[in-house]
């Protein structure tokens, strides 16, 4: 089952979200690991979870691209760039693009870049219309371990208090490619 099975789950995923906590859902390749990229103090207990330095910057995940406009400066997008992000979504490829002003720096990790993907994996894109806005979306896993592909590994690596939102992993072997939205070049391919 690939969506968001009742209301009673969907009041639940939203309170989470919006107190600030985080979920575990499944992506096109593994699961992932989400929170409320608005939240400073959720992005850091996040990070925290994972072992992960703030300076990596986090990926957001949306339904749409329309979504991302907060946190993209979509003015500075390269007009010959536009044509070959915009076809690849929805879908696995995550863009480097120009962050907007008031992007956050938790996010960023203070780069004047944010990684942004409009995903095509159904129980991500109803999370994220659900809340009204992207989610930060990092894989499941302490960093430098494999990321979690079922509860199972899920629980290995982190406490079984973390929410884990029903659906099934996508058939995707790989995660996604995150790709410079000013070059095209290939930054991540595995």
């Not at 992960?52 to 910057?57: D, M, N, V």
């Not at 930060?136 to 629980?155: D, E, F, H, M, R």
Request: some cysteine.
């Amino acid at each position: 089952m690939n969506q968001l099975s009742n209301s009673e789950d969907n009041k639940l995923i939203l309170e989470t979200l919006l107190a600030g906590g985080i979920l575990a859902y499944p992506t096109e390749s593994v699961l992932g690991l989400g929170c409320d990229p608005d939240n400073e103090g959720a992005v850091q207990q996040l990070l925290t979870l994972k072992k992960r330095p703030i300076e990596k910057g986090l990926i957001l995940v949306a339904n749409t691209y329309s979504q991302l406009l907060p946190y993209v400066d979509d003015a500075k997008i390269p007009m010959q760039m536009r044509s070959e992000i915009f076809s690849s979504w929805p879908g696995p490829v995550t863009w480097l693009l120009p962050a907007a002003e008031q992007a956050p720096k938790w996010v960023t990790g203070n780069s004047d870049l944010i990684a942004v993907r409009v995903s095509q994996h159904l129980v991500v894109r109803q999370l994220c219309e659900q809340f009204g806005k992207p989610l930060v979306s990092t894989s499941a896993n302490v960093s430098g371990k494999p990321p979690a592909i079922n509860a199972k590994q899920l629980y290995q690596q982190f406490d079984e208090s973390l929410y884990l939102v029903k659906g099934q992993v996508g058939g995707a072997s790989k995660p996604s490619k995150i790709r410079h939205g000013n070059s095209g070049k290939t930054i991540r391919d595995n």
